[in-house]
DNA sequence: ATGTCTCCTAAGAGGAGA
């Protein structure tokens, strides 16, 4: 028996519901950690993500930002934001289910290297750099999954010539999601083997998606204690080619029950 | 290729953010 745990930028949860709701219902996931729902948790959906037989666990606010995590079980010990780091920006939201805590995502995107927007991102990145730190001792069967606007490595990306020193591909960018791993997660999606060119985001512009110009920001890490229930982690294209998509398509891993003795 | 999408304010388009 295994789980999924998914994640997906949305971009707007009220344009997106349709597909949330399709998705939902074709993917039956544990947890699916939302990201960018650009709405106040009173305006969630609620009633039809019930409706398909999800909880959800939601930190919203008013235009931007925005995360969730929409569970088949509910979750127990919720927490929003990252204790002792200030920000109206509504990006980190943590449950447990089971054994397992998830956190949902969404890490600044820094604009631009000469943004004010890229220091509050390296800034950021720190704070949730110890604050994983911390979850990791309390709780070592952790899965911290979103949208990490950074493409880790050059086969994450397109036109890594063109985009190489550009933000999300920055050295700096990269040395901050490198500092996430060494405390003891793995990028579960390079724990297997993938196809080349695998992407998670495409640009609305310039027919990005149709002629395969991604960036593969969206990622799923597991505990060292997790990765050997891990068994998959799949980038489902299929969302990002329906009518009014998302520009990310959903990310999803899979695990094996951990409540099996001897798994 | 200043290319697209979504939100906001505020009553028209234009700006912010991605």
Redesign the pocket.
Known sequence: MTMKIATWNV??I??RLPHVLDWLNGHRPAVLCLQEL??EAGNFPLEAVTAAGYHALIAGQ???NGVALLSLQPGSDPVIGIPGFEDPQQRVIAATYGEVRVISVYC??G?SLTSE?YGYKLRWFAAFRNYLEATLMRYPLLVVAGDYNVAPEDRDVYDPVAWKGEVLCSDAERAAFAALLKLGLKDSFRLFEQADKSYSWWH????AFKRNMGLRIDHILASDALVPSCSSCTIDKGPRALE?PSDHAPVFAEFSDSSSPNS
């Open positions: 971009n707007s009220k344009v650009k709405c008013k235009a931007y600044p995107n604009e927007k609305y512009r310039v027919n009014r």
